[in-house]
């Protein structure tokens, strides 16, 4: 089965701190994708960061960067220099064909 | 622009009704996907279209659920005889059909229609 686990229901951070959030995934795919969004309270999704699993460098965009192991199935989501409009949903996804399966989510609040 | 648009933002209706939602994708994007999401869960897949043909339906689709895209723009969800287990957020997402597979999979989700039976 193609599943996604944030084992951390919900995080906390100091503004300014640095908080890590946990990601696995199985798949049988070869080739896949895995992304990042943030959903803000009553907001649309947005798309964080995005890893192609053929490339072994992680990827990076601005605060936001992830630490791929794909032998373990990792891809965890690192938050830099938090601040107060990270406060969200995160969601840990990977690409089954066309579509996207999600985890169950991470409620990240920051403390000011 | 635009991003992708869903209509009603908010829809309250009695069981047994029928329901029917609209999502306006990215213009130039030929995908078309449509994900429920309940409360403290993460989106699952309902289907998805390219351009106006439906390539997955998910079995979470029962045949009360039905989706159109007729003219590959927007799309139409239809739920038949509504259920209180149908109470979700209702998010439709697109993305770019292309060379580039990455961008492919980037999906960019609207603000979603929340659906409420009572």
């Known amino acids: 089965a193609q599943t996604v686990t944030q084992s951390q229901p919900e995080m906390s951070v100091q503004e300014a701190e640095t908080v890590t959030l946990s990601c696995t995934y199985d798949t049988s795919e070869s080739d896949y994708y895995l992304f990042w969004y943030k959903q803000p309270p009553s907001r649309q999704m947005i798309l964080v960061i995005r890893?192609?699993?053929?490339?072994?460098q992680n990827a990076t965009e601005n605060r936001f960067s992830v630490n791929f192991q794909k032998a373990a199935k990792s891809f965890s989501l690192k938050i830099s220099d938090s601040q107060l409009g990270d406060a969200a949903m995160y969601f840990c996804a990977h690409n089954q064909g066309g579509k996207l399966i999600f985890g169950q989510g991470t409620e990240l609040s920051v403390k000011p | 622009d635009t991003g992708v648009s869903q209509d009603p933002r908010h829809k309250i209706t009695k069981r047994g009704q029928n329901v029917t939602f609209r999502c306006d994708p990215i213009?130039?994007?030929?995908?078309l996907y449509w994900y429920r999401q309940t409360l403290g869960q993460g989106p699952e897949f309902l289907t998805y279209f390219q351009n106006e043909a439906q390539l997955e339906k998910s079995r979470l689709l029962s045949d009360r659920f039905s989706a159109e895209r007729p003219k590959g723009s927007f799309s139409t969800l239809e739920i038949q005889r509504t259920e209180q287990g149908d109470s979700a957020m209702y998010l439709c997402?697109?993305?770019?059909?292309?060379?580039?597979?990455?961008?492919?999979?980037?999906?960019?989700f609207g603000p979603g229609t929340r659906l409420t039976v009572l």
């Open positions: 890893q192609e699993a053929y490339k072994q």
């Open positions: 213009s130039e994007h030929n995908r």
């Open positions: 997402a697109s993305s770019p059909l292309g060379i580039n597979t990455l961008r492919v999979n980037e999906q960019f």
